[in-house]
Structures are given as structure tokens and as C-alpha cells.
């Protein structure tokens, strides 16, 4: 199956400071998502990038599809302490029943110090 | 904001004991799935189901799983006969129709404890 291979595992980054974490695939996807996951919770949805090449932005989050549709990454400028979690990135190949079912990579801890 | 609700929060069983974990997805979505994430690593794709049938399901979804959606709000995942491998984070997601809901709602989760 396909693989998504997402680093780094964990940071640990100050206040203030800016955050960039990637995704890098064995094969295409069509869409990719980043998800934040919280202690006790499920994933929640951030960015969802559609397009080759697309850049998208959430308040300070930004994401980008690769060109090669192989890769994605996440970047979040100027860090507060609500942003620690767990990031998953996910690929789709949408079409047919093959909508939703996602393949999620396997995480970056993120840890923010006041 | 509408949200998918787990039920319960957590279940321990005894191995070899039949499981229900219960959802009630968004109201107005139509495409239910189960993922599960066990501790430590990544979340996985178990199932996907649509208009009262599975429309795929991964090689862990095996003959002990099986989905419901007995009624018009609930859509169920029963395990048969529990392993100490089915502990983890099960979750339920759903999807609405068109571009602009490609994507999933994820519930908060159960935690599935088989001792």
C-alpha cells in the first residue's frame, strides 16, 4: 500500500518561533490533508489542498502541494502554546470508494514552550 | 457547530468478548468510516460505508469486524470475538456530498482496552 513517510517525529520549539513539518510519499496522491490531533480527541481537520502546486493558507498555518503530487508540507509561523498536538498529514486518491479513505502519516509531536 | 459522537469514551473487555462501539454521525452526511489508532503510531483506515453497504475496507478489517447503521442516526462497528491487538483508539468519521465537504469529521474516539 501506500506509504507517507512525515518528519520530523517530534519538536520542541519556543514561543514565537516559526514551525515547518513535511510529508513525502511512495506514489500520487489527489488530495492532501493536515490534521491536528489534541490528547483525547480526533484528528481535526486544518488545511485540505486540492491542486498541484497549491498554496493555502489557515490564519498562521500555511500548506502546499507538491508539484510532483508526491509531497506536502506544513508550515506555522510565530508559534503559541495552543499549537502543541500531534500533526498528520493525509493523502487521498479520490474517485469511485475510494472517497475518505485516507492514509495518514505517522505524526509530528509538537511541543511549544512559553 | 454539529459533530460526531462516540460512544463510550472507553470500553475494556475481556479477550475473546464481542465489542459494540456506537456513533451517531453529522446528520446530513451520507458516507460513514472507522479508522483506528493504536497507541503510539499512526491512524489507520478500517472501513468506509455507504447507502447500507461497505464500500471498502482495509486488510486489518477482517471477518471478526463488521458495520451497522441500524437506524437513520447510528452506525455501529462490532468486534466478534476481541483480541489483545483490537486495543486502540477506534474512531468514526463522516462525510457530506459535493467538493466543498471532501473531507472528515472525526469524532473524539473510543478507547478500546481488551485485557
Known amino acids: 500500500g501506500q506509504q507517507l513517510n512525515q518528519s520530523p517525529q517530534s519538536m520542541f520549539i519556543q514561543e514565537g518561533e516559526d514551525v515547518s513539518m513535511n510529508c513525502t510519499s511512495s506514489?500520487?496522491?489527489?488530495?492532501w490533508l493536515w490534521y491536528k490531533q489534541e490528547p483525547g480527541e480526533g484528528p481535526v481537520l486544518l488545511i485540505a489542498?486540492?491542486?498541484?502546486?497549491e498554496l493555502t493558507s489557515n490564519g498562521r498555518l500555511t500548506a502546499q502541494f507538491g508539484i510532483t503530487r508526491k509531497d506536502s508540507f506544513l508550515n506555522i509561523s510565530a508559534s503559541i502554546p495552543s499549537d502543541v498536538g500531534i500533526y498528520f498529514c493525509?493523502?487521498?486518491?479520490?474517485?469511485?470508494?475510494?472517497?475518505?479513505?485516507?492514509?495518514f502519516g505517522q505524526g509530528t509531536i509538537l511541543t511549544v514552550h512559553p | 457547530e454539529p459533530e460526531v459522537t462516540q460512544t463510550p469514551s472507553h470500553q475494556v473487555t475481556q479477550m475473546g468478548q464481542e465489542v459494540i462501539l456506537r456513533c451517531v454521525p453529522i446528520?446530513?452526511?451520507?458516507?460513514f468510516y472507522w479508522y483506528r489508532q493504536i497507541l503510539g503510531q499512526k491512524v489507520e483506515f478500517l472501513v468506509s460505508?455507504?447507502?447500507?453497504?461497505?464500500?471498502?475496507k482495509s486488510e486489518i478489517f477482517d471477518d471478526q469486524f463488521s458495520v451497522e447503521r441500524p437506524d437513520g442516526s447510528n452506525f455501529t462497528l462490532k468486534i466478534r470475538s476481541t483480541k489483545l491487538e483490537d486495543s486502540a483508539m477506534y474512531f468514526c468519521?463522516?462525510?457530506?456530498?459535493?467538493?466543498?465537504?471532501?473531507?472528515?469529521?472525526f469524532g473524539s474516539g473510543t478507547q478500546l482496552s481488551v485485557l
Open positions: 468519521a463522516s462525510r457530506g456530498l459535493g467538493q466543498s465537504n471532501e473531507k472528515l469529521f
Open positions: 506514489s500520487i496522491f489527489n488530495t
Open positions: 489542498l486540492y491542486k498541484a502546486g
Open positions: 493525509a493523502g487521498q486518491n479520490a474517485g469511485g470508494t475510494s472517497y475518505g479513505k485516507l492514509t
Open positions: 446528520s446530513n452526511h451520507l458516507y
Open positions: 460505508f455507504y447507502n447500507n453497504e461497505i464500500s471498502e
